[in-house]
């Protein structure tokens, strides 16, 4: 027993070589979601600067997305295939981004962002953990519209035949589960985190980064077994992916984080937004 498989046009609209496609609709839907979070955090008094700040910080966190993504894509998963046609590397249209290099490239982004506007590096970047979790989630449905990135073959009641799929063998819908795990669950442990810190007097800066990289690093560990490893890949360290093993990587630096000194001094909340605009 299978569900079918909703098969949706990649394409919203498309006008001769010119197309609206699902895929990119999923991460504007995305940022704008995160924008009005990062806003409504800043009016909460919440961060040292102000909405023209989180303006500006979206072009730079675009940047640094699309670099990493695609630099750590390159090098990590398809080595072999860019080193053979180089130049095919600079054709981000064709598709291949990986997740863990857009951490690298926005958290570079943020650094940036905060050396140039003197604001605090880990109050940019827990602003990026919490704003950023609907990304995720829209960016997943994206996936599943694909059909790209598909589960491991599977016999639960809810597995799907995707047409991208050569087996043509019933899968986990993986991108679904991808997005309530990273999405949605990881959002809502984020915000209570946030407000509960806020409400004993421990919050500190750093602390949602941290938690956002041990969360999502267990959620994608996790995951991973449910989901078909890159075919040119396959599995890296025995019967484990290379998400996995990134994603470890993500639970031993949120570990650190957390753990870390600072972690153990409480914070006051701050009682009115600051006027700290941009340089």
Do not use: K
């Amino acid at each position: 027993m299978t569900l079918p498989y909703p098969s949706i046009s990649p394409d919203i609209i498309r006008i001769g070589p010119i197309a609206l496609r699902w895929y990119g609709l999923m991460y504007i839907v995305g940022y704008v979601v995160g924008i009005g979070i990062a806003r409504r955090r800043v009016r909460r008094g919440v961060v040292p600067f102000d909405e023209r700040a989180v303006d500006s910080l979206v072009g730079y966190l675009v940047v640094g997305m699309l670099v990493g993504a695609r630099l750590v894509y390159v090098f990590l998963y398809g080595r072999a295939e860019y080193a053979a046609h180089p130049l095919d590397a600079f054709a981000i249209w064709h598709g291949g981004l990986s997740f863990h290099g857009a951490v690298l490239g926005m958290l570079a982004a943020c650094a940036l962002f905060a050396r140039r506007n003197q604001i605090p590096f880990w109050t940019i970047a827990d602003t990026l953990a919490l704003a950023g979790t609907p990304g995720l989630f829209f960016g997943r449905l994206g996936n599943f519209i694909n059909a790209e990135l598909y589960g491991r073959p599977s016999n639960v009641p809810w597995a799907m035949v995707f047409p991208t799929d050569p087996l043509r063998v019933p899968r986990h819908p993986s991108q679904l589960y991808e997005a309530v795990g990273e999405g949605i669950l990881l959002f809502l442990i984020l915000r209570v985190v946030e407000r509960t810190a806020l409400r004993r007097g421990w919050y500190r800066p750093g602390l949602l980064s941290a938690v956002f990289l041990l969360g999502y690093g267990v959620v994608r560990f996790s995951l991973e077994f449910t989901r078909q490893p890159d075919a040119q890949l396959g599995f890296v360290f025995g019967a484990f992916s290379m998400g996995q093993l990134l994603s470890s990587i993500m639970i031993a630096a949120g570990l650190i984080l957390l753990c870390s000194p600072p972690a153990r001094r409480p914070v006051n909340r701050p009682n009115a937004p600051s006027t700290t605009g941009l340089r």
